[in-house]
Structure formats: structure tokens, C-alpha cells
């Protein structure tokens, strides 16, 4: 008994159910950190390949079986008509649309694209881009024809 009392016990429960918009911050802000290792690793040049499972059936035996391979990252920054670098956030397929018809952030320099994600990240996990996740779920959704 003397190890346990020396733990700060709780009573926290592990919540069966997480909502929806929580999924969403939670999926956006892994896209989000996804981005900042690839513009870390392009500033180092390095390369940034995350690797995924990935179930395929072996066509001799029929059998299925898990394959890592690499996942491909595309980079949602690009250089602007006024020749600096701007970000744009995508949620699935789908741009964000950060304020009343603004879509992209202006960041610069490419040495300032790391900070300017990592403040995206923040904004998404203290929920200042629910509205848009949610505009754009719904045309995800009414694309497949669950609208």
C-alpha cells in the first residue's frame, strides 16, 4: 500500500464517446503537424514520409496482408501572385475558409512557415476554425450523397 499512496489517485473515467467536433480538431491538427515535418524537412532538405498500413491481397494465395508504405504528403503552401509564400488549410478535399472571403494566410519568407502552421495548429485545437470544419464536412457529406 505505501507505493500507491505515494501516486496522486483520481477518479477519471476514460469517456466512451468523443464529439464529433473534437474528431475533427483532432483529424485537422494531425494534417496541420503532418505539414509542419514537411516544411521542417524541406528547410533541413531532408524528406518527410510518413508511413502508413496498408491491407493487400497476395494474388497467388488469396491471402490478405498488412504492407507499410509511404504516405504521400502535398504541401498546401504555395508562392502568390505577389511572390510570397501563403498557406491555404484543407480539410479533406475541401479549403477552409479562414475569415469572410479569405482562404490562404500570407506567411512571407519560407523560414516563417513553421511558426505560422504551428499558430494554425493552435487555432484548430482551441476550436477558432469549428465553423468552417463544420461548412466543410457538410459539402463533403452532401458529395456522397448523405447530405
Given at each position: 500500500m505505501a507505493t500507491l499512496a505515494s501516486l496522486k489517485l483520481s477518479g477519471a473515467v476514460k469517456p466512451t464517446h468523443v464529439p464529433a467536433v473534437q474528431l475533427r480538431r483532432n483529424k485537422l491538427a494531425k494534417r496541420l503537424w503532418e505539414q509542419i515535418e514537411l516544411a521542417r524537412a524541406?528547410?533541413?532538405?531532408?524528406?518527410?514520409?510518413?508511413?502508413?498500413?496498408?491491407?493487400?491481397?497476395?494474388?497467388?494465395?488469396?491471402?490478405?496482408?498488412?504492407?507499410?508504405?509511404?504516405?504521400?504528403?502535398?504541401?498546401?503552401?504555395?508562392v502568390g501572385e505577389n511572390g510570397k509564400v501563403?498557406?491555404?488549410?484543407?480539410?479533406?478535399?475541401?479549403?477552409?475558409?479562414?475569415?469572410?472571403g479569405k482562404w490562404a494566410v500570407e506567411v512571407g519568407a519560407e523560414k516563417e512557415l513553421v511558426p505560422v502552421l504551428e499558430v494554425l495548429k493552435t487555432a484548430v485545437l482551441d476550436g477558432e476554425l469549428d465553423a468552417a470544419m463544420e461548412t466543410a464536412s457538410n459539402k463533403l457529406r452532401s458529395a456522397f450523397g448523405k447530405g
Open positions: 524541406q528547410q533541413a532538405g531532408t524528406t518527410f514520409a510518413p508511413t502508413r498500413l496498408r491491407s493487400v491481397r497476395d494474388t497467388e494465395t488469396g491471402i490478405r496482408r498488412q504492407v507499410e508504405t509511404n504516405k504521400r504528403v502535398k504541401p498546401w503552401w504555395f501563403a498557406v491555404s488549410v484543407r480539410y479533406g478535399t475541401k479549403l477552409l475558409e479562414l475569415a469572410k
